[in-house]
């Protein structure tokens, strides 16, 4: 199924795996958010920023920093173009309040 609420359920899973310290089951369950995700939203939207994020920390956890790279400077492009839209950002008094 490609619904992003299974996207959710998948991360929050794979979540669970690695925080259990089982990234090698959780890498599958992430990249399938991750696919099910770019596939609703676009490669370009925070919800795919978030899951490349999930997917590089599983593979950091792996040793395979060489894969985790690219996916956390797509990430972090990804959350640098939001920032640059209007409304993409906290205020400076939301920035403030959270503080």
Same mark, same amino acid.
């Given at each position: ?14 979540? !669970? ?10 890498? %599958? /369950? @992430? &990249? *399938?958010?991750? +696919? =099910?995700? $770019? #596939? ?17 920390? !599983? ?10 790279? %690219? /996916? @956390? &400077? *797509?990430?972090? +492009? =990804?959350? $640098? #173009? ?18």
């Amino acid at each position: 199924m490609r619904h992003p609420h299974v996207a959710t359920r998948l991360n929050n899973l794979a979540l !669970i795996l690695r925080d259990l310290g089982l990234p090698a089951e959780a890498r %599958p /369950l @992430q &990249e *399938r958010a991750l +696919a =099910i995700d $770019e #596939a609703a939203y676009g490669p370009d939207h925070p919800t795919v920023a978030r899951d490349l994020n999930n997917l590089a920390q !599983i593979l950091q956890d792996l040793g395979l920093l060489g894969e985790a790279r %690219p /996916l @956390q &400077e *797509r990430a972090l +492009a =990804i959350d $640098e #173009a939001q920032r640059k839209q209007p409304g993409g950002g906290p205020s400076t008094k939301e920035a403030g309040e959270r503080a």
